[in-house]
């Protein structure tokens, strides 16, 4: 079996006091690439990261500020997905692994080891064995997912109820072609998996802090949330999750994956934002509404 990448799997900031329930989380940031992985892959850098929702992290760390926790990924999406099911696993890429039905996100080669990335380019020439996929996901998925139940867990000790902000970042042509509200792009995109995930009194304070923030904002299309809102919005059980996709041209450059211009001034907008969702998650009066 071969050896565990030296990393961990998240990196966490926890408040000094925790005010609010909601724990913000940022699955797809992690840029940690093992050597083994780039050694192995046919792309390049550069390449491999196009699926990484670079520096989605950096956007939403001042949220301990607010008495919320962050809760980030380590290892980068191309190695691993925390946004799939433990047991999404490609045939076409692992060996061994069975097809149990139709799962439109592994056949495309999105299972929880990617087999592509961006505009489905394959990331390895040849197949990955078992003991390898399992290494990955009892070494990164699993502690993750340990820690985010953990959290929302002691969210809804606290408070009586947590509220999971999952945050992601969308290439701008995901948008491009597509019309919010009057037909004007959106920048922001909430998914609540068409209210599945969460209460629409929440998600209407959500969409109304990026509203407030100057931001076009739409909901559930192109993107209503994937595996971790699925499985951990409970809104009948007071667990609410609510999928953030970002507009990645408001602060980088997608081509060279680098901050650009707007960076810091998108990020002031955004701690001004995540401020107001904080204050969701300390509100009596908000919590009560639901």
Not at 25 to 33: D, F, I
Not at 36 to 48: D, E, G, H, Q, T
Not at 235 to 249: F, K, L, Y
């Amino acid at each position: 079996m071969p050896n565990a990448a030296p990393n961990t799997a998240y990196v966490l900031d926890m408040p000094t006091d925790r005010t609010s329930c909601v724990v913000f989380a940022s699955p797809h940031s992690g840029r940690t690439y093992p050597a083994a992985l780039l050694k192995r892959s046919v792309l390049n850098r550069n390449m491999i990261r196009s699926s990484e929702d670079a520096y989605v992290d950096q956007l939403f760390d001042s949220v301990s500020d607010f008495g919320a926790p962050l809760l980030a990924a380590a290892m980068p999406r191309a190695y691993l997905d925390l946004n799939r099911s433990a047991d999404e696993l490609d045939p076409a890429l692992i060996q061994g692994a069975r097809r149990h039905g139709h799962n439109p996100r592994v056949a495309s080669g999105l299972g929880v080891i990617p087999r592509v990335v961006a505009n489905g380019r394959a990331i390895y020439s040849g197949k990955l064995t078992m003991d390898e996929a399992r290494l990955r996901i009892d070494t990164y998925w699993r502690p993750y997912h340990a820690r985010l139940k953990s959290l929302l867990a002691e969210s809804h000790e606290m408070f009586g109820q947590a509220i999971l902000i999952d945050c992601h970042s969308m290439p701008h042509e995901a948008v491009s072609m597509s019309g919010g509200r009057g037909g004007v792009r959106p920048e922001i995109v909430l998914g609540d998996r068409f209210g599945a995930a969460a209460s629409g009194v929440i998600v209407d304070q959500i969409e109304a802090a990026f509203a407030e923030a100057g931001l076009n904002v739409a909901r559930n299309a192109p993107f209503a949330g994937a595996y971790v809102a699925q499985t951990y919005g409970r809104p009948n059980r007071h667990q609410h999750a609510i999928q953030i996709e970002i507009d990645r041209s408001l602060y980088m450059d997608e081509d060279a994956i680098q901050p650009n211009g707007n960076f810091q001034a998108f990020r002031n907008l955004l701690r001004e934002v995540t401020a107001k969702i904080a204050g969701i998650g300390s509100d009596p009066v908000s919590l009560a509404a639901e």
